[in-house]
């Protein structure tokens, strides 16, 4: 079985920060990609950040600048620093994984900005 738990999720006030970790256990292997998304009611789940293997990243142009994201492979952990967090980023953030083709979800941690 594989797991992802999430860890950081919260209520901040606009232009707080927040950092989102993600821990990945169980039967692992040669992981292709980790990130994050993000839903809100009514909309489609978004890609926010992620890392592919070798390193390259991509952002949703709505957080670039603002979010940055890591990952130690070694502890097959990815994280997500949250900065000048603004109330449109409120939403259900959840870990993503990429791994022999299959794509694993963790259950989402909830980011709540408002003053």
């Known amino acids: 079985q594989v797991q992802l738990v999430e860890s950081g999720g919260g209520l901040v006030q606009p232009g707080g920060s927040l950092r989102l970790s993600c821990a990945a256990s169980g039967r692992l292997g040669s992981i292709a990609a980790m990130g994050w998304y993000r839903q809100v009611p009514g909309k489609a789940r978004e890609l926010v950040a992620r890392?592919?293997?070798?390193?390259?990243?991509n952002y949703a142009d709505s957080v670039k600048g603002r979010f940055t994201i890591s990952r130690d492979a070694a502890k097959n952990t990815v994280a997500l620093q949250m900065n000048s967090l603004k109330p449109e980023d409120t939403a259900v953030y959840y870990c993503?994984?990429?791994?022999?083709?299959?794509?694993?979800w963790g259950k989402g941690t909830l980011v709540t900005v408002s003053s």
């Open positions: 993503h994984m990429r791994m022999w083709d299959m794509d694993y």
């Open positions: 890392i592919i293997s070798g390193g390259r990243t």
